[in-house]
């Protein structure tokens, strides 16, 4: 990920503005422990955008007449379920009647109780709640935009937000990200990595090109083009790319095991050899 600057901040009354809610209520919200936003001059709130994401779902929650304290216990109980590092922009939170339910790819289920919802092949709510998805990520990104605020780590955290829900409004949040920062090495790591996996081989090698370039220093980026460039059919430049990441960052198993195959169809015994020892130590290393 990227190392993030100064991230974009709002005052509780812009953050009233564009979410149409109250002050007061915004404040509730934080005296809950749902949001824990920093404090800007004069001690007042200074809330992020992901802050804004997470306060707009609160609303229409809200909106759809699910008690405040269901939306408050909801909230703070996915919050604490969720792997660490993992957003709570990274899901679809919704209502169905009083409930709240949480849409995470295949899963559907109840942060309250923890408990799974009805199969999702038998849940005729699973299309509603997937289109709500979708247009509350088109939301996202419509927020973004009218504000023009978000620097290109903010739009690259927000593509990292979007892959849960839109591969293809993720890679726009990367392009925008690109845009702005034609350096950003995450960014082109990320959206040569969409791009490679929808087969659009040539446009990911520029990506992981430009990640290169824009970060010498990263062996991630010198193994995703040897990848790249094995499956286009170039084994003699995914050989030098793989040796680069290699190089880089000797603990790199995975670049070790496909130099080791490459060695080995080559002709190269030794070579492969030792690089597939390489793999072995470095895989026992994890497994212990």
């Not at 809200?62 to 379920?81: C, D, F, H, K, T």
């Not at 990292?160 to 350096?183: C, H, M, Q, T």
């Not at 170039?234 to 030098?240: C, E, G, I, K, R």
């Amino acid at each position: 990920m990227a190392n993030l600057g100064v991230m974009s901040s709002y005052g509780t009354r812009r953050v009233a503005q564009i979410l149409g809610l109250s002050e007061e209520r915004i404040r509730s919200f934080v005296r809950s422990d749902l949001l824990a936003p920093e404090r800007g001059p004069g001690n007042q709130y200074s809330f992020t955008f992901q802050d804004i994401v997470l306060l707009r779902t609160a609303r229409e929650l809200l909106e759809r007449n699910v008690p405040a304290r269901r939306v408050r216990a909801a909230l703070r109980s996915l919050r604490a379920q969720l792997p660490r590092g993992h957003p709570l922009s990274a899901v679809r939170i919704v209502a169905r009647g009083d409930t709240v339910v949480v849409l995470e790819r295949n899963a559907l289920w109840e942060p309250e109780t923890g408990q799974m919802a009805l199969d999702l092949s038998l849940d005729p709510a699973v299309e509603v709640l997937a289109e709500h998805a979708r247009s509350h990520s088109a939301d996202e990104i419509a927020v973004a935009e009218q504000e023009k605020e978000l620097t290109a780590d903010e739009w690259f955290e927000l593509g990292v937000d979007l892959e849960a829900v839109s591969l293809a409004r993720a890679r726009s949040a990367y392009a925008k990200a690109i845009a702005l920062d034609p350096g950003h090495a995450e960014a082109h790591l990320n959206v040569g990595r969409l791009l490679h996996q929808a087969g659009e081989l040539a446009t990911a090698e520029t990506h992981y090109r430009q990640a290169c370039a824009a970060r010498p220093t990263s062996a991630l980026a010198a193994f995703n083009l040897g990848v790249a460039l094995e499956d286009r059919g170039d084994v003699t430049q995914a050989m030098v790319a793989y040796k680069r990441a290699v190089k880089l960052d000797p603990e790199h198993g995975e670049a070790h095991f496909n130099l080791g195959r490459l060695c080995e169809s080559s002709g190269d015994v030794s070579a492969a050899l030792r690089h597939f020892a390489e793999y072995k130590r470095i895989r026992d290393r994890r497994l212990r």
